[in-house]
T-cell receptor, first 115, second 111 residues
């Protein structure tokens, strides 16, 4: 069945350093890849997404890259700050028509930014 | 505007009891999704609705789980004969296209 693997499960970085989280998906029909940030006890919040027709997207300190051939996509956070500490989830999805997308989530990465 | 809301925020029930969890999607969003999130895991897809109909319920773990969305807006996830293994956070999300907006979740604890 569909599967998304996410690594690492935990990541500690010094404030100001970069963080990279990687995901691999199995469903070659996937064409939309969102990243969510979830703080303790809070709802997941979308931070960036990428569609399959582009290879990279950047929004200030965060960027996402996609390699469709290898079925890999990655989240890059530069100049990390303590408030970036949270659990990050990747997801792979494809359309089921009428604008609906079934998300398959990775298992999450707990990022700790050390001050 | 108002985001996705879920009630109750917490529910403690005894094993074997019946529970209902409610989701109010963002107004105008036609698609509604239910997920289950266990501790330390990513959200796990359960079911989604396009309008009033369940378009894909392949993630429901067994026939004790059922969900409805009778008027194409509010949805209720129903769990019969609850088991301790059902304890988790149940998340609802709604969307108009590819971006899903999540609610705060209902934390279900089965004792």
């Amino acid at each position: 069945g569909e599967n998304v693997e996410q690594h690492p499960s935990t990541l500690s970085v010094q404030e100001g350093d970069s963080a990279v989280i990687k995901c691999t998906y199995s469903d070659s029909a996937s064409n939309y890849f969102p990243w969510y940030k979830q703080e303790l006890g809070k709802r997941p919040q979308l931070i960036i997404d990428i569609r399959s027709n582009v290879g990279e997207k950047k929004d200030q300190r965060i960027a996402v890259t996609l390699n469709k051939t290898a079925k890999h996509f990655s989240l890059h956070i530069t100049e990390t700050q303590p408030e970036d500490s949270a659990v990050y989830f990747c997801a792979a999805s494809r359309s089921f028509g009428s604008g609906t997308y079934k998300y398959i989530f990775g298992t999450g990465t707990r990022l700790k930014v050390l001050a | 505007g108002a985001g996705v809301s879920q009630t109750p925020s917490n529910k403690v029930t005894e094993k074997g009891k019946y529970v209902e969890l409610r989701c109010d999607p963002i107004s105008g969003h036609t698609a509604l999704y239910w997920y289950r999130q266990s501790l330390g895991q990513g959200p796990e897809f359960l079911i989604y609705f396009q309008g009033t109909g369940a378009a894909d319920d392949s993630g429901l773990p067994n026939d004790r789980f059922f969900a409805v969305r009778p008027e194409g807006s509010v949805s209720t996830l129903k769990i019969q004969r609850t088991e301790r293994g059902d304890s988790a956070v149940y998340l609802c999300a709604s969307s108009l296209n590819y971006e899903q907006y999540f609610g705060p979740g209902t934390r279900l604890t089965v004792t």
